[in-house]
């Protein structure tokens, strides 16, 4: 028993002696890394800012040579299409896009040599373009609107309202003007929660 006490009060002294000598340690952050902030911004003049982390959003699909006339561009080149992040999600929930979503279109040169490559094409360094389609209802009376990046790091024009790409979204997007019918892992989202446009399921027979 006396051997037991003693071994007690030891053990008391030295957690006591321990927490004199130790301050209390800074409790861990509970969100260490920073979640990135979307870059929805607009220049004075009307501008938009690029949109420098796309390529850290999802990434939706790629097309190749895809040409919404009958002649196709000479050079074979790569589409490849991100969505931020928030978008995304909003969309699997409800199959339809929220305020404030950018879908970033990426053109690149298309490769066919290089390395062990003996067939087909792979995407080249070069960039060939960059444009956004954003969805901003309180800045633009149609919702959205397209802008053209001449570089990564150069401001986006503003494409304007008479744009062909406004009325060819309209006629042929199939999910609030958006071109989901190109985006594989979202048109099956888009079809089980009821939201493929009217105009769309009249164009390619698609079920809701």
């Not at 979640?35 to 850290?56: D, V």
């Not at 080149?77 to 991100?82: A, W």
């Not at 199959?95 to 792979?122: C, Y």
């Not at 956004?132 to 802008?147: E, L, Y």
Request: net charge negative; proline share 9%.
């Amino acid at each position: 028993m006396l051997t037991s006490l003693g071994a007690n009060v030891s053990a008391a002294y030295l957690i006591a002696a321990f927490t004199l000598a130790c301050p209390e340690m800074p409790s861990a952050p509970t969100d260490a890394v920073p979640k990135p902030a979307l870059e929805l911004a607009y220049a004075p003049n009307g501008e938009m800012l690029p949109p420098t982390n796309y390529r850290e959003w999802i990434y939706l699909s790629s097309g190749v040579d895809m040409s919404y006339t009958a002649k196709p561009a000479d050079m074979t080149m790569f589409d490849n299409v991100f969505v931020n992040p928030d978008a995304y999600k909003s969309f699997v929930r409800t199959g339809t896009w929220p305020d404030k979503t950018m879908i970033v279109l990426e053109t690149r040169e298309a490769r066919n040599k290089g390395s062990i490559s003996q067939h087909g094409h792979f995407q080249g360094t070069n960039l060939m373009g960059l444009e956004v389609h954003v969805k901003d209802t309180s800045r633009f009376p149609g919702q959205w609107a397209f802008f053209d990046f001449a570089s990564p790091t150069s401001n986006g024009t503003l494409f304007p309202p008479s744009a062909s790409c406004y009325s060819c979204h309209r006629a042929h997007g199939a999910v609030d003007t958006t071109f989901v019918q190109f985006y594989p892992t979202l048109l099956p989202v888009a079809q089980s929660k009821g939201t493929l446009s009217p105009e769309f399921v009249k164009e390619s027979g698609a079920a809701q």
